[in-house]
C-alpha cells in the first residue's frame, strides 16, 4: 500500500513542498528512509516507530519504505517526523489516507507520542497558505507564529492521537493564545539615553545616525562611553513597518528565536563578541546556519572592540554593506539571505587607547600605523559618520541629561517620515541608501552649499564617495532640522563628521 | 659561523674585503669596512655617548687597541689583508670621502665627522652645501601630533625659502620635517640611520623614494653591505649637527639619545634652538631643557630664520615670494573651474570663524569641547569644517583640530620689517 502524507522543508529562509511517500510491502521487518535526509531524518525511525506503539497503534512488521520526495532537496531537521508517522499509519490502513492529502503535518514526535515544535514554523504556515492546502496541522508550542499569517487554518494537535482524530474528521486541540505561554518573553526595557550625561556632540551624531540608518564608527579612549551609547541606540530607533517586520521575523523563526504572539515592532540588536568567525558572521558554516549579519537584518549590527575582530572576518562584512545581501556559495547548496543592516563600532584610536589625549599615549608610529591598518580598507570605506569621544572634565557626570530616548526617537521617526515621502518612488527606505542618481534627483544644494562642495573637491579632502557620503549625511541632517534644502551649515556639520583617518599630520606624506 | 652570527658584513664576501662605491678612497673604504666590523662592539659603547664620540675619534690603529677585545691580532691581521672589491652587479654605488672634491666642506675640519659618505639622489647638492644654509630639525621619536604640525610647517616654510632641510629618516618628528619639505618642494637632506639599501622603519619607504627622486639627496655613513647597528641611530645624529648651521629641536624627551644632535652641535659652536611644549608633556621636557640651558627660543620659521642671520637681515620680498611658491596652505583654484571662489590667502576671516579659531587656540580643540563652552554644535561643526578647508586648522588625533600653518603672522612680519628698512 502506498500512501502520501503533505510537508515541508526549509531551505534557507523559505520552505519547500515535499512530498512524504510510504510504501509497505511484505518482507523482513525493514523501515528506509530516503531521499537525502541528515542524521535527524535518519534518526527519525526510532522516533516514529515509538511514537506510535507509544500511542496505542501498531506498527506493521512489514517492509516499508518511506521516500522524501523530491529526492535531490536536501531534507535537515526532526520535522518530518509527524508526516512519517501519519503516512506509515495510512499505509498501513489505520487511518483514511484520503484527508492526508488536504493536510500539511510538520513537527517533531518525541517517543511518547507528543508533537513538538520545529523551527521555521512563519515560513511553513506561509507556503501552506500559498499551496492552498485546507489546514496545518502542528505542534501546540509555536502554533501563535503560524496564527499570524492570514487566510490559513491551523490545528495544534498535542499528540500524534490528536493528529489522527482530526484526519479521521475530528476536531483539533485549541490554540494557545499567547498570554498562556510558558515562554512568553517579557518586553525587553531597552536603556534609555537620559542617562548619559553630557556627550551633547556624541548623542547628536548618535540620532543624525538613527535618523538616515547610516553606519557609525565610535573612536575613543577606553572608559569615554562608547558601548554605553551604541547600546542606547535601540531606544531611538523608529519600529519595524509591517513588512520589514514580516522579513525579520521569519528569519527568526528559521532560527527558533521568535517571541511569543504578536508582530515584533523592535529592531534587531545584535552585538557579537570579537572572536566570532567569518562563517558565524556572514553564515555557512552549515547548510542552515545564518550569519549575525542576517539576524542583525533591518536593524543593527554592533562591533564592540572592532580592532580585535579578525581582518579576514571584518573583509567578509563587505558584500553585505554594499549589496544588502549576502550569498553563501559551497559546494553543495547555495542561498541569498538579506542583510541590509545598520553597522555601528566602536573602536580605540591607537593600540593603548589614549591618542590625542595630550600626554598619555605611549604608542610608536609604526604601532599606530598598525593599527589603523587593520581597519583600513572597505570597512571605513562604507561608515559614513566618525564620532569622537573624549574623556570628559571631572564633574561632566553632573551636567544634565542632554536629551530622553523618547525626545530622540520622535525626531529620528519625523525625519524618517520626510525620508519615505521623498523617497518612495525609488525602492530605497533610508537616506543611506540612496546610490548617485537618486542623490542627483533629491539632493537640493543651495548655493553656498555648492560652493563648500567645490572647494572640499578641489582641495582634493574629499574623493568622489566621500563626497556621497558627505552628502548623504547632510540630507539627512537637513531632514532633522524639517529643512527643504540642504544648506552650506548641514553640509559643514557633515564634513566635519567624516571619517577620514587622521594621517595629514603624522609622518609619512 | 661564529662571524656570521656576530653580525659581520655578508660572510660570503669573505671577512677581508668590502665593496667599494665611486668616489670613496681606498682607505676610507677600508674604514667603513673596519666599523661595519666593530659594529657589536661600538653598539655596547654607544650607551655612554661620550666615550663613543671619543672612539669615533680615533684613527683606525688606534680604534683597534681600544676596542678590538681579545680578538685584536686578527682584526689586525684582516685590516691588513684587506682589499677593495667590485660592488654587486646592477648596483651602483655613489659616495664621497674626505679626499674628494665633493665632500662637504664644513665636515673636513672635525675629527669626530665621518670619514666617508655613501649617497643615493642629489650628488651636487652634497657639493653646493658650502654655499647654502642647512637647518637641521630634529626631535623625539615618539611625538605628539603637535610636534609633527609644528615640525612639518617649519620645514615647509624654511623648505620654501630656498634653505636646506636636512633630519634623519626615523619616526616622529624627523619623518614629519622631510615630509614638509618635500610639500614645499625645497630640497631635503635625508641622513640614514641604517642603510642605504633598506630604508628602516619600513613604513618610512615613501619619503625615502620621494627624497631621493625629488631634487633631495640621502646619506649613510655605513657601508650599504653593512648590518643594521643601534649606534647608527646616534651616529646619523651626531652627521645631521657637523652639517648643519642651526639645529632646530622641536619636540625631545630629556634622554641624552634624544638630544644627542643637539649636544654635540653645542659643542662645536653651531647654534641650537628649541620650539616649546606643554610644561607638563614628557615628549618636550628635552626641548625646554635645552632652552633653559641658553638655546635660541624659536615660534615659527621667521624665528629660525632670525636665528639663522641676524634678525631684519632677511630679505622679505624673497620670503614672501617663496612662501607664495610654495603654495601656503590654501591652493589657488584651477582657471574656469567656475563657482568656486578661489580665496587668497589674504582674504579676512569673518568673525564666527576668527572666534572658533581663536578657541580651538586656546585649548577647546575638539568640537565636545567647543559645544560645552558655547555655541550650537551644529553652527560649530560647521565653522571647523570651514577652517579646515581654508587650510587653517588640520585634524590631528582622537578628533582633535590644530592650528596649522603660520602663514598669516609671517606675512604680517615681513611687512613690518620692510617697513622699517624702508623708514630707518
Not at chain 1, 443 to 452: F, I, N, P, T, V
Not at chain 2, 268 to 285: C, E, K, L, N, Y
Not at chain 2, 344 to 370: F, Y
Request: with cysteine; charged share 25%; net charge positive.
Amino acid at each position: 500500500m502506498l500512501a502520501r502524507a503533505r510537508t515541508f522543508a526549509i531551505e534557507g529562509l523559505h520552505a519547500r513542498a515535499v512530498t512524504v511517500e510510504v510504501d509497505i510491502r511484505p518482507g523482513l521487518p525493514a523501515f528506509n528512509i530516503v531521499g537525502l535526509g541528515d542524521a535527524s531524518v535518519r534518526e527519525a525511525r526510532d522516533r516514529v516507530r515509538a511514537a506510535i506503539l507509544n500511542s496505542g497503534f501498531e506498527f506493521p512488521g512489514k517492509r516499508i519504505t518511506a521516500n522524501l520526495a523530491p529526492a535531490d532537496l536536501p531534507k535537515i531537521g526532526p520535522g518530518f517526523d509527524l508526516a512519517l508517522a501519519c503516512g506509515v499509519l495510512a499505509a498501513s490502513e489505520q487511518i483514511p489516507g484520503t484527508s492526508l492529502q488536504e493536510h500539511a503535518l510538520f513537527g517533531e514526535l518525541s517517543l511518547d507520542g507528543e508533537v513538538r515544535a520545529s523551527q521555521g514554523t512563519l515560513a511553513v504556515a506561509e507556503a501552506t497558505r500559498k499551496a492552498g492546502m485546507r489546514m496545518l496541522l502542528l505542534g501546540p508550542a509555536r502554533a501563535h507564529e503560524a496564527l499570524l499569517i492570514d487566510g490559513l487554518s491551523v490545528g495544534a494537535v498535542q499528540r500524534l492521537a490528536s493528529a489522527v482524530r482530526v484526519l479521521s474528521g475530528g476536531e483539533p486541540d485549541p490554540v494557545p493564545l499567547p498570554g498562556e505561554q510558558e515562554d512568553t518573553a517579557p518586553a525587553v526595557r531597552h536603556p534609555n539615553l537620559s542617562d548619559v550625561r553630557g556627550r551633547a556632540q556624541a548623542v547628536h551624531a548618535l540620532t543624525i545616525a538613527a535618523a538616515g540608518a547610516h553606519n557609525a564608527l565610535l573612536s575613543g579612549a577606553p572608559g569615554t562611553g562608547k558601548t554605553m551609547l551604541a547600546q542606547r541606540l535601540p531606544s531611538i530607533l523608529p519600529p519595524l513597518t509591517r513588512e520589514e517586520s514580516i522579513e525579520v521575523m521569519r528569519i527568526h523563526s528559521v532560527t527558533g528565536r521568535l517571541p511569543a504572539g504578536r508582530l515584533l515592532t523592535e529592531r534587531p540588536f545584535r552585538a557579537p563578541h570579537h572572536s566570532i568567525t567569518t562563517a558565524g558572521l556572514v553564515g555557512g558554516a552549515r547548510r542552515g546556519w545564518i550569519g549575525e549579519v542576517v539576524l542583525a537584518h533591518n536593524g543593527v549590527l554592533f562591533l564592540d572592540e572592532l580592532s580585535e575582530f579578525a581582518r579576514a572576518t571584518l573583509d567578509a562584512l563587505r558584500q553585505p554593506l554594499e549589496d544588502g545581501r549576502v550569498a553563501i556559495v559551497r559546494a553543495r547548496h547555495s542561498a541569498v539571505y538579506p542583510a541590509r543592516f545598520m553597522l555601528v563600532a566602536a573602536t580605540n584610536p591607537c593600540p593603548c587607547g589614549y591618542a590625542g589625549e595630550h600626554e598619555r599615549c605611549e604608542c610608536s608610529e609604526a604601532e599606530i600605523a598598525r593599527h589603523r591598518r587593520r581597519l583600513s580598507g572597505p570597512l571605513l570605506d562604507r561608515i559614513d559618520l566618525l564620532v569622537h569621544m573624549q574623556r570628559g572634565s571631572a564633574d561632566h557626570l553632573n551636567e544634565p541629561a542632554t536629551t530622553s530616548s523618547e525626545q530622540a526617537r520622535e525626531r529620528v521617526i519625523e525625519a524618517r517620515e520626510r525620508q519615505q515621502r521623498r523617497l518612495r518612488g525609488d525602492g530605497v527606505l533610508v537616506n543611506a541608501q540612496m546610490d548617485g542618481s537618486m542623490l542627483r534627483a533629491h539632493l537640493k544644494l543651495d548655493g553656498s552649499a555648492e560652493r563648500m562642495l567645490a572647494q572640499a573637491r578641489e582641495q582634493g579632502k574629499l574623493s568622489a564617495r566621500g563626497q556621497h557620503r558627505a552628502l548623504r549625511v547632510a540630507r539627512t541632517i537637513a531632514d532633522l532640522s524639517g529643512r527643504e534644502r540642504v544648506g552650506a551649515k548641514q553640509l559643514g556639520e557633515a564634513l566635519a563628521m567624516r571619517p577620514e583617518a587622521a594621517r595629514s599630520s603624522r609622518g609619512a606624506a | 659561523m661564529r662571524e656570521a652570527r656576530r653580525g659581520m658584513a655578508d660572510p660570503r664576501r669573505g671577512a677581508r674585503g668590502s665593496p667599494t662605491a665611486a668616489g670613496i678612497c681606498a682607505s676610507c673604504a677600508r674604514r667603513a669596512w673596519l666599523l661595519g666590523r666593530l659594529s657589536v662592539r661600538l653598539d655596547f659603547r654607544a650607551r655612554d655617548l661620550g666615550r663613543l664620540w671619543r672612539l669615533l675619534e680615533l684613527p683606525d690603529e688606534q680604534l683597534i687597541e681600544a676596542i678590538g677585545g681579545h680578538r685584536r691580532a686578527e682584526l689586525r691581521a684582516d685590516y691588513a689583508a684587506w682589499h677593495a672589491e667590485a660592488p654587486d652587479a646592477g648596483e651602483t654605488l655613489d659616495g664621497v670621502c674626505r679626499h674628494h672634491d665633493a665632500f662637504p666642506r664644513r665636515l673636513r675640519p672635525h675629527a669626530l665627522a665621518p670619514r666617508a659618505l655613501h649617497v643615493r639622489g642629489e650628488l651636487a647638492l652634497l657639493g653646493g652645501l658650502s654655499h647654502e644654509k642647512v637647518v637641521a630639525i630634529v626631535g623625539a621619536r615618539r611625538a605628539t601630533d603637535y610636534g609633527m604640525e609644528t615640525a612639518r610647517s617649519l620645514a615647509r616654510s624654511l623648505g620654501g625659502c630656498g634653505l636646506v632641510v636636512a633630519s634623519a629618516l626615523d619616526e616622529g618628528i624627523a619623518a614629519a620635517a622631510l615630509a614638509g619639505a618635500l610639500e614645499a618642494q625645497g630640497r631635503a637632506l635625508a641622513v640614514m640611520p641604517g642603510t642605504l639599501r633598506r630604508c628602516s622603519p619600513a613604513w618610512c619607504e615613501s619619503i625615502y623614494r620621494r627624497v631621493v627622486l625629488e631634487r633631495g639627496c640621502a646619506i649613510c655613513e655605513s657601508a650599504p653591505s653593512a648590518r643594521r647597528s643601534s649606534w647608527g641611530r646616534v651616529g646619523a645624529q651626531r652627521t645631521l649637527a657637523l652639517l648643519a648651521d642651526l639645529v632646530v629641536v622641536v619636540e625631545a624627551e630629556e634622554r641624552p639619545a634624544e638630544l644627542a644632535c643637539a649636544h654635540v652641535a653645542r659643542a662645536h659652536g653651531i647654534p641650537v634652538a628649541a620650539v616649546p611644549g606643554r610644561v607638563t608633556s614628557p615628549a618636550s621636557r628635552g626641548a625646554h631643557t635645552l632652552l633653559a640651558e641658553g638655546a635660541r627660543f624659536v615660534r615659527g620659521p621667521q624665528d629660525a630664520l632670525d636665528a639663522l642671520y641676524d634678525a631684519g637681515s632677511i630679505d622679505s620680498g624673497r620670503l614672501a615670494d617663496a612662501r607664495d611658491r610654495a603654495g601656503g596652505d590654501a591652493r589657488r583654484p584651477e582657471p574656469g573651474y567656475g563657482r568656486s571662489s578661489g580665496r587668497a590667502p589674504t582674504q579676512p576671516l569673518e568673525r564666527r570663524l576668527a572666534c572658533v579659531l581663536e578657541r580651538v587656540g586656546l585649548g577647546e580643540d575638539t568640537l565636545a569641547k567647543l559645544a560645552a563652552g558655547d555655541g550650537d554644535s551644529g553652527e560649530l561643526a560647521c565653522a571647523l569644517s570651514e577652517l579646515e578647508l581654508r587650510g587653517l586648522l588640520r585634524r590631528g588625533d582622537g578628533g582633535r583640530y590644530l592650528p596649522a600653518g603660520t602663514g598669516h603672522k609671517v606675512r604680517a612680519r615681513c611687512a613690518a620689517t620692510h617697513r622699517e628698512r624702508a623708514t630707518g
